[in-house]
Protein backbone atom coordinates (compact mmCIF):
# COMPACT_ATOMS: atom_id res chain seq x y z
CA UNK A 1 0.00 0.00 0.00
CA UNK A 2 2.95 2.39 0.78
CA UNK A 3 3.25 2.51 -3.71
CA UNK A 4 -0.71 3.60 -4.06
CA UNK A 5 -0.07 6.60 -0.92
CA UNK A 6 3.21 8.32 -3.08
CA UNK A 7 0.51 7.62 -6.09
CA UNK A 8 -1.98 9.27 -5.17
CA UNK A 9 -0.06 12.11 -3.82
CA UNK A 10 1.46 13.07 -6.94
CA UNK A 11 -1.72 12.52 -8.69
CA UNK A 12 -3.58 15.27 -6.60
CA UNK A 13 -1.06 17.90 -6.06
CA UNK A 14 -0.84 17.66 -10.19
CA UNK A 15 -4.78 18.33 -9.73
CA UNK A 16 -4.43 20.91 -7.58
CA UNK A 17 -1.84 22.94 -8.96
CA UNK A 18 0.14 22.87 -5.36
CA UNK A 19 3.13 24.08 -4.89
CA UNK A 20 3.15 23.81 -1.12
CA UNK A 21 5.74 21.70 0.53
CA UNK A 22 3.92 19.18 2.36
CA UNK A 23 4.98 16.79 4.93
CA UNK A 24 5.38 13.75 3.01
CA UNK A 25 3.89 10.73 3.27
CA UNK A 26 6.16 7.49 3.70
CA UNK A 27 8.42 6.53 0.67
CA UNK A 28 7.80 3.81 -1.80
CA UNK A 29 9.80 1.70 -3.94
CA UNK A 30 9.52 3.28 -7.65
CA UNK A 31 6.99 1.68 -9.65
CA UNK A 32 8.50 0.37 -13.72
CA UNK A 33 8.41 3.06 -15.72
CA UNK A 34 6.04 0.86 -18.03
CA UNK A 35 3.08 0.86 -15.16
CA UNK A 36 2.87 4.46 -14.72
CA UNK A 37 2.51 5.13 -18.77
CA UNK A 38 -1.29 6.00 -18.24
CA UNK A 39 -1.04 7.99 -15.21
CA UNK A 40 1.55 10.19 -16.38
CA UNK A 41 -0.14 10.45 -20.04
CA UNK A 42 -3.25 11.97 -17.21
CA UNK A 43 -0.76 14.01 -15.30
CA UNK A 44 0.13 16.62 -17.73
CA UNK A 45 -3.75 16.75 -18.91
CA UNK A 46 -5.20 20.33 -18.60
CA UNK A 47 -8.05 21.47 -16.29
CA UNK A 48 -10.36 20.31 -18.37
CA UNK A 49 -9.44 16.44 -18.16
CA UNK A 50 -10.97 16.23 -14.74
CA UNK A 51 -11.94 13.08 -15.39
CA UNK A 52 -8.87 11.52 -16.85
CA UNK A 53 -7.21 12.22 -13.41
CA UNK A 54 -10.13 10.19 -11.79
CA UNK A 55 -9.63 7.62 -13.99
CA UNK A 56 -6.08 7.38 -13.89
CA UNK A 57 -6.44 6.91 -10.07
CA UNK A 58 -8.64 4.38 -10.81
CA UNK A 59 -6.23 2.75 -12.66
CA UNK A 60 -3.46 2.99 -10.25
CA UNK A 61 -5.68 0.98 -7.86
CA UNK A 62 -6.59 -1.53 -10.34
CA UNK A 63 -3.16 -2.04 -10.71
CA UNK A 64 -2.42 -2.03 -6.75
CA UNK A 65 -5.06 -4.47 -6.05
CA UNK A 66 -3.63 -6.94 -8.82
CA UNK A 67 -0.75 -7.06 -6.40
CA UNK A 68 -2.82 -7.57 -3.46
CA UNK A 69 -4.05 -10.71 -1.51
CA UNK A 70 -7.35 -9.68 -1.33
CA UNK A 71 -9.48 -6.38 -3.03
CA UNK A 72 -9.13 -3.04 -1.02
CA UNK A 73 -11.86 -0.63 -2.18
CA UNK A 74 -9.57 2.79 -3.48
CA UNK A 75 -10.52 5.78 -0.66
CA UNK A 76 -12.79 8.79 -1.85
CA UNK A 77 -11.21 11.90 -2.74
CA UNK A 78 -12.17 14.94 -3.94
CA UNK A 79 -10.02 16.28 -6.76
CA UNK A 80 -12.59 18.89 -8.09
CA UNK A 81 -11.83 20.57 -4.80
CA UNK A 82 -8.33 20.08 -5.30
CA UNK A 83 -8.14 21.60 -8.76
CA UNK A 84 -10.73 24.36 -8.18
CA UNK A 85 -8.48 26.80 -5.46
CA UNK A 86 -4.36 26.57 -6.20
CA UNK A 87 -3.17 26.02 -2.47
CA UNK A 88 -0.06 28.59 -1.78
CA UNK A 89 3.66 27.59 -0.22
CA UNK A 90 3.89 28.74 2.61
CA UNK A 91 5.52 27.38 6.50
CA UNK A 92 1.60 28.05 8.58
CA UNK A 93 -0.10 25.92 6.17
CA UNK A 94 2.42 22.92 6.73
CA UNK A 95 2.23 23.88 10.35
CA UNK A 96 -1.73 23.81 10.17
CA UNK A 97 -1.84 20.23 8.52
CA UNK A 98 0.67 19.35 11.19
CA UNK A 99 -1.57 19.95 13.84
CA UNK A 100 -4.63 18.55 12.25
CA UNK A 101 -3.13 14.99 11.72
CA UNK A 102 -2.16 14.99 15.37
CA UNK A 103 -3.47 16.91 18.01
CA UNK A 104 -6.95 17.61 15.89
CA UNK A 105 -7.37 14.54 13.75
CA UNK A 106 -10.15 13.06 16.06
CA UNK A 107 -12.07 16.36 15.29
CA UNK A 108 -11.56 17.16 11.75
CA UNK A 109 -12.40 13.13 10.54
CA UNK A 110 -16.05 14.00 12.38
CA UNK A 111 -16.36 17.06 10.20
CA UNK A 112 -15.14 15.59 7.43
CA UNK A 113 -17.79 12.55 7.77
CA UNK A 114 -20.15 15.19 8.66
CA UNK A 115 -19.81 17.38 5.34
CA UNK A 116 -21.29 14.28 3.11
CA UNK A 117 -25.01 15.24 4.50
CA UNK A 118 -24.28 19.14 3.35
CA UNK A 119 -21.78 19.12 0.09
CA UNK A 120 -23.97 18.23 -2.57
CA UNK A 121 -26.02 21.17 -1.58
CA UNK A 122 -22.81 23.26 -1.40
CA UNK A 123 -21.58 21.85 -4.29
CA UNK A 124 -24.72 23.04 -6.38
CA UNK A 125 -24.76 26.66 -4.91
CA UNK A 126 -21.19 27.50 -5.68
CA UNK A 127 -21.65 26.18 -8.82
CA UNK A 128 -24.96 28.32 -9.26
CA UNK A 129 -22.53 31.36 -8.22
CA UNK A 130 -19.66 30.20 -10.04
CA UNK A 131 -17.16 30.00 -7.45
CA UNK A 132 -14.13 27.15 -6.84
CA UNK A 133 -16.00 23.90 -4.84
CA UNK A 134 -13.39 24.12 -2.71
CA UNK A 135 -14.87 26.32 -0.57
CA UNK A 136 -17.39 23.50 0.16
CA UNK A 137 -14.52 22.60 2.81
CA UNK A 138 -14.57 26.01 4.63
CA UNK A 139 -17.11 24.59 7.35
CA UNK A 140 -14.61 21.99 8.64
CA UNK A 141 -13.33 25.47 10.24
CA UNK A 142 -15.74 27.29 10.84
CA UNK A 143 -18.74 25.17 12.45
CA UNK A 144 -17.70 21.40 11.77
CA UNK A 145 -21.15 21.82 9.48
CA UNK A 146 -23.23 21.98 12.61
CA UNK A 147 -26.49 24.18 11.68
CA UNK A 148 -27.04 25.56 15.30
CA UNK A 149 -23.53 26.15 16.39
CA UNK A 150 -22.92 29.46 17.80
CA UNK A 151 -19.83 31.52 18.33
CA UNK A 152 -18.92 33.10 21.48
CA UNK A 153 -19.05 36.52 19.33
CA UNK A 154 -22.31 35.41 17.99
CA UNK A 155 -21.86 34.19 14.35
CA UNK A 156 -24.20 31.11 13.95
CA UNK A 157 -24.31 28.21 11.93
CA UNK A 158 -22.30 26.53 8.95
CA UNK A 159 -21.17 29.71 8.07
CA UNK A 160 -20.84 31.29 10.84
CA UNK A 161 -22.17 34.67 9.68
CA UNK A 162 -22.93 37.31 12.25
CA UNK A 163 -26.30 38.81 13.06
CA UNK A 164 -26.13 42.18 11.55
CA UNK A 165 -24.38 40.35 8.16
CA UNK A 166 -26.69 37.96 7.97
CA UNK A 167 -29.29 40.95 7.49
CA UNK A 168 -27.24 42.60 5.11
CA UNK A 169 -27.23 39.39 2.72
CA UNK A 170 -31.09 38.81 3.19
CA UNK A 171 -31.18 36.41 5.94
CA UNK A 172 -34.18 36.39 8.43
CA UNK A 173 -32.65 37.24 12.11
CA UNK A 174 -35.49 37.98 14.93
CA UNK A 175 -37.24 36.19 17.51
CA UNK A 176 -38.91 33.45 15.16
CA UNK A 177 -35.95 32.50 12.99
CA UNK A 178 -32.66 32.82 12.19
CA UNK A 179 -32.00 31.95 8.87
CA UNK A 180 -28.40 31.25 9.42
CA UNK A 181 -28.93 27.57 10.83
CA UNK A 182 -31.26 27.00 7.14
CA UNK A 183 -28.48 24.76 5.18
CA UNK A 184 -29.62 25.87 1.87
CA UNK A 185 -30.19 29.91 2.56
CA UNK A 186 -27.18 30.68 4.48
CA UNK A 187 -25.29 28.64 1.86
CA UNK A 188 -26.76 30.97 -1.02
CA UNK A 189 -25.89 34.15 1.44
CA UNK A 190 -22.30 32.64 2.52
CA UNK A 191 -21.71 32.55 -1.52
CA UNK A 192 -22.88 36.04 -2.38
CA UNK A 193 -20.88 37.11 -0.05
CA UNK A 194 -17.48 35.09 -0.68
CA UNK A 195 -18.14 36.54 -4.54
CA UNK A 196 -18.25 39.73 -3.60
CA UNK A 197 -15.18 39.24 -1.97
CA UNK A 198 -13.35 37.70 -4.29
CA UNK A 199 -14.50 40.28 -6.67
CA UNK A 200 -13.49 43.14 -4.28
CA UNK A 201 -9.89 41.63 -3.70
CA UNK A 202 -9.11 39.38 -6.22
CA UNK A 203 -7.31 36.84 -3.99
CA UNK A 204 -8.90 33.72 -2.48
CA UNK A 205 -6.04 34.47 0.40
CA UNK A 206 -7.58 37.51 0.98
CA UNK A 207 -10.91 37.11 0.29
CA UNK A 208 -11.03 34.35 3.00
CA UNK A 209 -9.39 36.72 5.50
CA UNK A 210 -11.89 39.77 4.93
CA UNK A 211 -14.71 36.68 5.67
CA UNK A 212 -13.23 36.30 8.86
CA UNK A 213 -12.61 39.75 9.94
CA UNK A 214 -14.32 41.90 7.40
CA UNK A 215 -13.26 43.32 4.63
CA UNK A 216 -12.63 47.08 5.97
CA UNK A 217 -9.86 45.73 8.21
CA UNK A 218 -8.53 44.28 5.38
CA UNK A 219 -8.04 46.99 3.11
CA UNK A 220 -6.57 49.43 5.68
CA UNK A 221 -4.33 46.61 6.81
CA UNK A 222 -2.98 46.62 3.21
CA UNK A 223 -3.16 50.40 2.76
CA UNK A 224 -0.98 50.92 6.05
CA UNK A 225 1.62 48.08 5.55
CA UNK A 226 2.21 48.75 1.76
CA UNK A 227 1.19 45.64 1.26
CA UNK A 228 -0.18 43.20 -1.39
CA UNK A 229 -0.78 39.99 -0.54
CA UNK A 230 -2.43 38.04 2.44
CA UNK A 231 1.19 36.55 3.62
CA UNK A 232 2.68 39.30 3.80
CA UNK A 233 -0.19 40.50 6.31
CA UNK A 234 0.60 37.85 8.13
CA UNK A 235 4.12 38.10 8.26
CA UNK A 236 3.52 41.73 9.51
CA UNK A 237 0.80 40.41 12.30
CA UNK A 238 -1.27 43.16 10.38
CA UNK A 239 -4.28 41.06 10.94
CA UNK A 240 -5.98 39.45 13.98
CA UNK A 241 -4.65 36.47 15.61
CA UNK A 242 -7.78 34.05 14.57
CA UNK A 243 -7.25 35.86 11.21
CA UNK A 244 -3.97 34.97 11.04
CA UNK A 245 -4.55 31.13 11.61
CA UNK A 246 -8.00 31.15 9.76
CA UNK A 247 -6.37 30.98 6.23
CA UNK A 248 -3.87 28.75 6.43
CA UNK A 249 -5.99 26.07 8.20
CA UNK A 250 -8.32 26.40 4.99
CA UNK A 251 -5.63 25.57 2.93
CA UNK A 252 -4.38 22.50 5.43
CA UNK A 253 -8.17 21.11 4.91
CA UNK A 254 -8.19 21.53 1.10
CA UNK A 255 -4.73 19.65 1.33
CA UNK A 256 -6.50 16.48 3.67
CA UNK A 257 -9.94 16.66 1.56
CA UNK A 258 -8.13 16.14 -2.16
CA UNK A 259 -5.91 13.37 -0.55
CA UNK A 260 -7.19 12.24 2.72
CA UNK A 261 -5.84 8.35 2.94
CA UNK A 262 -2.15 10.14 2.71
CA UNK A 263 -2.75 11.95 5.66
CA UNK A 264 -5.07 9.06 7.63
CA UNK A 265 -8.47 9.92 6.86
CA UNK A 266 -11.36 9.50 4.32
CA UNK A 267 -14.42 11.62 3.60
CA UNK A 268 -17.95 10.84 4.53
CA UNK A 269 -20.03 8.42 1.48
CA UNK A 270 -21.82 10.70 -0.80
CA UNK A 271 -24.50 8.71 -0.79
CA UNK A 272 -26.71 10.28 2.13
CA UNK A 273 -30.31 11.45 0.29
CA UNK A 274 -32.31 13.80 1.72
CA UNK A 275 -35.99 12.53 2.00
CA UNK A 276 -37.70 15.95 3.01
CA UNK A 277 -40.71 17.75 1.74
CA UNK A 278 -42.16 21.18 2.06
CA UNK A 279 -45.73 21.68 3.19
CA UNK A 280 -47.19 25.21 4.36
CA UNK A 281 -49.00 25.77 7.44
CA UNK A 282 -50.30 28.26 9.41
CA UNK A 283 -48.51 29.71 12.38
CA UNK A 284 -47.86 29.93 15.03
CA UNK A 285 -47.66 26.54 15.41
CA UNK A 286 -45.76 23.91 17.36
CA UNK A 287 -43.17 21.10 15.71
CA UNK A 288 -44.56 19.01 18.60
CA UNK A 289 -48.02 19.56 17.83
CA UNK A 290 -46.74 19.11 14.25
CA UNK A 291 -45.45 16.06 15.20
CA UNK A 292 -47.68 14.66 17.18
CA UNK A 293 -50.60 14.67 13.96
CA UNK A 294 -47.89 12.82 11.83
CA UNK A 295 -47.02 10.06 14.49
CA UNK A 296 -43.00 11.41 14.41
CA UNK A 297 -40.67 12.31 16.36
CA UNK A 298 -40.46 16.46 17.63
CA UNK A 299 -36.59 16.22 17.10
CA UNK A 300 -36.48 14.89 13.76
CA UNK A 301 -38.95 18.09 12.74
CA UNK A 302 -36.71 19.88 14.73
CA UNK A 303 -33.35 18.64 12.65
CA UNK A 304 -35.13 18.98 9.23
CA UNK A 305 -36.08 22.85 10.48
CA UNK A 306 -32.87 24.20 12.33
CA UNK A 307 -34.08 27.93 11.33
CA UNK A 308 -37.04 27.90 14.23
CA UNK A 309 -35.04 29.14 17.09
CA UNK A 310 -37.80 28.23 19.21
CA UNK A 311 -39.92 24.92 17.18
CA UNK A 312 -42.05 27.21 16.89
CA UNK A 313 -43.53 28.17 13.03
CA UNK A 314 -44.17 32.08 12.92
CA UNK A 315 -47.32 33.55 12.18
CA UNK A 316 -48.86 33.13 8.93
CA UNK A 317 -48.14 30.81 6.05
CA UNK A 318 -45.04 29.19 6.48
CA UNK A 319 -43.00 26.11 4.75
CA UNK A 320 -41.73 23.45 6.85
CA UNK A 321 -39.68 20.75 6.01
CA UNK A 322 -41.05 17.03 6.90
CA UNK A 323 -40.87 13.91 5.92
CA UNK A 324 -41.86 12.52 2.73
CA UNK A 325 -43.65 9.91 3.83
CA UNK A 326 -45.62 12.08 6.20
CA UNK A 327 -46.20 15.09 3.80
CA UNK A 328 -49.45 14.61 3.06
CA UNK A 329 -50.78 14.33 5.87
CA UNK A 330 -49.31 17.23 7.73
CA UNK A 331 -50.54 19.31 4.22
CA UNK A 332 -54.22 17.93 5.08
CA UNK A 333 -54.25 19.18 8.22
CA UNK A 334 -52.30 22.44 7.49
CA UNK A 335 -55.09 24.76 8.32
CA UNK A 336 -56.50 23.54 11.08
CA UNK A 337 -53.58 22.65 12.99
CA UNK A 338 -53.04 25.66 14.74
CA UNK A 339 -56.35 25.84 16.37
CA UNK A 340 -55.70 22.52 17.68
CA UNK A 341 -52.45 23.27 18.96
CA UNK A 342 -52.14 23.09 22.53
CA UNK A 343 -48.49 23.06 22.71
CA UNK A 344 -47.72 26.30 21.34
CA UNK A 345 -46.30 29.06 24.07
CA UNK A 346 -47.23 32.12 22.11
CA UNK A 347 -51.07 33.88 22.48
CA UNK A 348 -52.02 37.57 20.62
CA UNK A 349 -52.88 40.42 22.85
CA UNK A 350 -54.70 43.29 22.05
CA UNK A 351 -52.91 46.45 23.48
CA UNK A 352 -54.91 48.42 26.12
CA UNK A 353 -55.23 52.12 27.12
CA UNK A 354 -52.04 53.10 29.23
CA UNK A 355 -50.70 49.40 28.16
CA UNK A 356 -47.04 49.72 27.76
CA UNK A 357 -44.38 47.06 26.30
CA UNK A 358 -42.24 47.72 29.48
CA UNK A 359 -45.13 47.61 32.23
CA UNK A 360 -46.16 44.03 29.98
CA UNK A 361 -43.60 42.57 29.40
CA UNK A 362 -42.35 42.89 33.05
CA UNK A 363 -46.11 41.41 34.08
CA UNK A 364 -45.03 38.28 32.21
CA UNK A 365 -41.58 37.80 33.00
CA UNK A 366 -39.87 38.86 29.75
CA UNK A 367 -38.26 41.79 28.56
CA UNK A 368 -39.36 44.84 26.25
CA UNK A 369 -36.39 43.83 24.30
CA UNK A 370 -38.03 40.12 23.34
CA UNK A 371 -41.52 41.60 22.58
CA UNK A 372 -39.66 44.03 19.86
CA UNK A 373 -37.93 41.26 18.61
CA UNK A 374 -41.13 38.90 18.47
CA UNK A 375 -42.93 41.67 16.72
CA UNK A 376 -40.69 43.11 14.36
CA UNK A 377 -40.78 46.18 15.98
CA UNK A 378 -37.72 48.92 15.77
CA UNK A 379 -39.65 50.88 18.63
CA UNK A 380 -41.81 50.81 21.36
CA UNK A 381 -43.54 53.42 19.65
CA UNK A 382 -44.65 51.75 16.85
CA UNK A 383 -47.69 49.91 18.70
CA UNK A 384 -50.08 51.31 20.60
CA UNK A 385 -53.80 50.96 22.19
CA UNK A 386 -55.78 48.45 19.68
CA UNK A 387 -52.75 47.22 18.30
CA UNK A 388 -52.38 43.60 18.37
CA UNK A 389 -49.07 41.70 19.49
CA UNK A 390 -48.02 38.60 19.94
CA UNK A 391 -46.43 37.32 23.74
CA UNK A 392 -44.35 34.43 24.44
CA UNK A 393 -46.26 32.66 26.81
CA UNK A 394 -49.59 30.32 26.48
CA UNK A 395 -53.32 32.53 26.68
CA UNK A 396 -54.09 30.40 30.15
CA UNK A 397 -51.02 31.83 31.90
CA UNK A 398 -51.45 35.58 30.32
CA UNK A 399 -54.69 36.02 32.19
CA UNK A 400 -53.53 34.64 35.42
CA UNK A 401 -50.31 37.13 34.97
CA UNK A 402 -52.05 40.12 34.25
CA UNK A 403 -54.71 39.41 37.00
CA UNK A 404 -51.96 39.31 39.34
CA UNK A 405 -49.91 41.80 37.64
CA UNK A 406 -50.26 43.97 41.21
CA UNK A 407 -50.03 41.65 43.95
CA UNK A 408 -47.23 39.05 45.24
CA UNK A 409 -49.44 35.74 44.80
CA UNK A 410 -47.75 34.98 41.20
CA UNK A 411 -44.44 35.39 40.14
CA UNK A 412 -43.61 35.31 36.59
CA UNK A 413 -40.44 33.18 35.54
CA UNK A 414 -37.69 35.09 33.86
CA UNK A 415 -34.88 33.26 31.87
CA UNK A 416 -32.06 32.52 34.41
CA UNK A 417 -34.70 31.27 37.27
CA UNK A 418 -34.40 28.30 39.48
CA UNK A 419 -36.40 26.99 41.90
CA UNK A 420 -34.17 28.16 44.32
CA UNK A 421 -33.61 31.31 43.55
CA UNK A 422 -37.60 32.29 43.27
CA UNK A 423 -37.72 30.42 46.61
CA UNK A 424 -35.31 32.49 47.99
CA UNK A 425 -36.46 35.61 46.73
CA UNK A 426 -39.92 34.99 48.27
CA UNK A 427 -38.49 33.58 51.34
CA UNK A 428 -40.08 30.31 50.96
CA UNK A 429 -37.65 26.89 50.92
CA UNK A 430 -37.53 25.19 47.58
CA UNK A 431 -40.21 22.12 49.31
CA UNK A 432 -42.54 25.02 49.82
CA UNK A 433 -42.51 26.54 46.78
CA UNK A 434 -42.80 22.47 44.79
CA UNK A 435 -46.29 22.61 47.57
CA UNK A 436 -47.63 25.95 46.62
CA UNK A 437 -47.61 24.89 42.57
CA UNK A 438 -47.83 21.23 43.07
CA UNK A 439 -44.36 20.79 40.85
CA UNK A 440 -42.89 17.59 41.28
CA UNK A 441 -38.87 17.20 41.05
CA UNK A 442 -39.26 16.80 37.05
CA UNK A 443 -40.80 19.85 36.43
CA UNK A 444 -38.61 22.35 34.67
CA UNK A 445 -39.39 26.19 34.61
CA UNK A 446 -39.91 28.02 31.33
CA UNK A 447 -40.01 31.99 30.97
CA UNK A 448 -43.12 33.49 31.11
CA UNK A 449 -44.63 30.48 33.53
CA UNK A 450 -46.57 32.01 36.16
CA UNK A 451 -45.27 30.21 39.85
CA UNK A 452 -47.59 30.88 43.13
CA UNK A 453 -45.02 32.60 45.44
CA UNK A 454 -47.62 33.57 48.36
CA UNK A 455 -50.81 30.82 49.45
CA UNK A 456 -54.15 31.93 48.45
CA UNK A 457 -56.33 34.22 50.54
CA UNK A 458 -59.00 33.15 51.94
CA UNK A 459 -62.41 34.43 53.80
CA UNK A 460 -63.53 33.85 56.92
CA UNK A 461 -66.22 34.39 58.73
CA UNK A 462 -65.05 37.70 60.16
CA UNK A 463 -64.22 38.98 57.09
CA UNK A 464 -60.84 39.41 54.97
Not at 52 to 78: C, F, G, H, N, W
Not at 330 to 347: M, R, S, Y
Request: charged share 25%; hydrophobic share 40%.
Amino acid sequence: MMRSRSLLMSLTLCAAGCTATLPPPATAPPVPPGQLAGQQAALTASDSSLAEYRKALEDSYSQIVARETRPVLAPRVDVEAAASIPVPQHRTINGALSYFTTDLKADIQTSLIRSAKYKPLIDRVLDDYKLPRGLAYLPVIESAYMPTLTSRAGAHGIWQIMPNTARELGLRVDWWVDERADPERSTRAAANYLRTLYRQFNDWPLALAAYNCGPGRIRRALNDNNASTFWELLEASAVPKETRGYVPTFFATLIIASDPATYGFRLGDSDWTDDARRVEVEGPLALKTIAEAANVEEALLRELNPALRRGIVPPGRTPVRVPARVAETVAAKAITLKNEDANVAVCSFVLREGDSLKRLARAIGTTAETLLSMNNLRSARDVGEGDAIYLPLRARELSSLLAHAHDNVFYAVRKGDTLYSIARKHKLSIAELRELNQFDRAHKLHPGEKVRVSPARVVTAGGM
